[in-house]
């Protein structure tokens, strides 16, 4: 699955060198705890939905295929697909801001505060569930599945990259595409302007249907959601917009937030726990519709590890123990399913080392205490 892998991996690369080089350069001081929240926010569980999404449109496209492209040349039917993508696109995100239990799963992305190439992966764990309907038109139509994921790619890169920090305005391509400048816009933390840009690549469309913004007079920028208290914990992040709306919403109390050398460890440990994850993509890509126990452990293992690196970064004694004891699952289960692979081999026993440096206070200094929701 190399062809999953390697994007995957160069995305991680960029996230890594832009965060450092802002951090160096002292144009932007870089929130780490921020960066490891959203990569960790997407990892596995928004992986096993992307692949329910993939199946879905693979039914579709086997038994409500009405066949519109058959005998149509390659080159039209890339050229529809590049376009009707970026349309269904639209309006999935339009829909995600206008009805409040579709913006209860897209607010996680609008909640970071920091805008660099992070906050491109930064996502509720539910927001391929959600996308599912709005591009299942694509396999009625009869659009392959092959040309449907690579086009899928392209759009999501182009909108990982405008996410980057770094990048000035563009001159004539302001006019035709989605630039980071238009998407900076999108992401203010006011109402009147986080409701504008929806496109993913196309300008056209916010141009068609009244939705284009400009860019602020230039002031002080802030990005993210008003009156968000937010924690480094993704299950709590993913679902605490329903229980907002249900009026399920836990009480305030107070938590403790890492020091620098917290910082360092959660690092390490987001970086450790993100190579099994790619060891999981190189082993299943897509698979889902026949999961095999083995997977399934795997799943909630990598979830369950990325849940306790949130309490460790919110200072929780329970993520220490729960990171503790995934770490030590995660080494058994390549031995017990056999990985022969050195890589997989390895990192697992790093892990356990990392998890009981963990259990042992390594890192757990405090500096100061924040008032958050938990």
């Not at 403790?256 to 959660?266: A, T, Y």
Request: net charge positive.
């Amino acid at each position: 699955m190399s062809e999953l892998l390697y994007p995957i991996i160069f995305m991680l690369i960029l996230v890594t060198c832009e965060a450092c080089f802002l951090q160096w350069s002292h144009k932007k001081k870089i929130d780490w705890r921020d960066v490891i929240f959203n990569l960790n926010s997407g990892h596995i569980v928004l992986w096993m939905f992307r692949c329910l999404e993939v199946l879905c449109y693979a039914l579709l496209l086997q038994y409500a295929n009405l066949h519109l492209f058959d005998g149509v040349a390659a080159g039209w039917i890339w050229l529809f697909t590049v376009v009707a993508w970026d349309f269904c696109f639209y309006w999935l995100h339009r829909l995600h801001h206008e009805r409040r239990w579709l913006w209860a799963v897209h607010v996680v992305h609008h909640q970071g505060e920091h805008y660099n190439l992070s906050l491109g992966v930064r996502n509720s764990w539910y927001s391929s569930l959600t996308g599912i309907p709005f591009f299942m038109v694509l396999a009625v139509c009869g659009v392959p599945l092959t040309v449907y994921l690579t086009v899928s790619v392209i759009h999501y890169t182009i909108q990982f990259f405008n996410h980057n920090a770094l990048t000035p305005r563009l001159g004539w391509l302001e006019k035709i595409f989605i630039t980071p400048s238009h998407h900076r816009v999108h992401h203010l933390n006011e109402k009147r302007y986080a409701d504008t840009n929806y496109g993913g690549t196309f300008l056209i469309w916010d141009r068609l249907f009244g939705t284009y913004c400009k860019a602020p007079p230039v002031g002080s920028v802030e990005y993210g959601v008003k009156g968000s208290q937010l924690s480094g914990n993704p299950l709590r992040e993913s679902n605490l917009p329903f229980r907002k709306l249900l009026g399920l919403a836990p009480s305030q109390r107070q938590i403790e937030r890492q020091g620098s050398g917290g910082v360092m460890i959660l690092i390490t440990g987001a970086l450790l726990l993100f190579v099994l994850v790619l060891g999981y993509i190189q082993r299943y890509g897509y698979q889902i519709e026949s999961m095999s126990p083995e997977q399934a452990l795997l799943v909630v293992l990598l979830a369950a590890g990325t849940v306790a690196l949130g309490g460790i970064s919110d200072g929780q004694r329970w993520g220490n123990r729960v990171w503790g004891g995934v770490t030590l699952l995660l080494l058994v289960h390549p031995l017990l399913f056999a990985w022969h692979e050195l890589l997989w081999r390895v990192t697992p026993v790093l892990l356990v080392i990392h998890g009981m440096m963990v259990l042992c206070g390594v890192g757990s200094r405090t500096a100061g205490a924040a008032r958050e929701s938990v």
